[in-house]
């Protein structure tokens, strides 16, 4: 359900950033050419963006709210760990620059500098 609520909010995001992006500053939409009247003119179309822009601004608000909702409610049973696990020990660092692991090869130095010839 987060998941399928967090694509939704994308979703939604990318079409709200590109209602928004095709308005013009002063409010005259996409400038379309057409009939003065109807919704392919420029005031039919700055209505049909303006509208737009708010029911998809709204749905956005609304998923947020519902996207945290459900974050809550998965997170709220479980106990947060506050301290380590001591029992596992470190991993041995590889060394690059050292000979490769083979039955005869001499063992690394833990000097790194150790092998430096000048």
């Not at 079409?15 to 420029?42: D, K, N």
């Amino acid at each position: 359900m987060f998941l399928f609520l967090t694509v939704l909010q994308a979703i939604v995001a990318a079409a709200l950033v590109g209602v928004i992006l095709m308005q013009r500053s002063e409010g005259g939409g996409l400038g379309i050419g057409g009939s003065p009247s109807g919704m392919l003119s420029a005031r039919g179309a700055a209505d049909f963006l303006t509208r737009s822009t708010k029911w998809l601004a709204v749905l956005f608000v609304v998923l947020s709210i519902a996207l945290a909702a459900v974050a809550v409610e998965s997170t709220s049973g479980s106990a947060i760990e506050s301290t380590l696990d001591r029992t596992v020990a470190p991993a041995a660092p590889a060394d690059p620059l050292g000979p490769a692991t083979t039955g005869d090869a001499a063992p690394a130095s833990d000097d790194p500098l150790a092998d430096v010839t000048e």
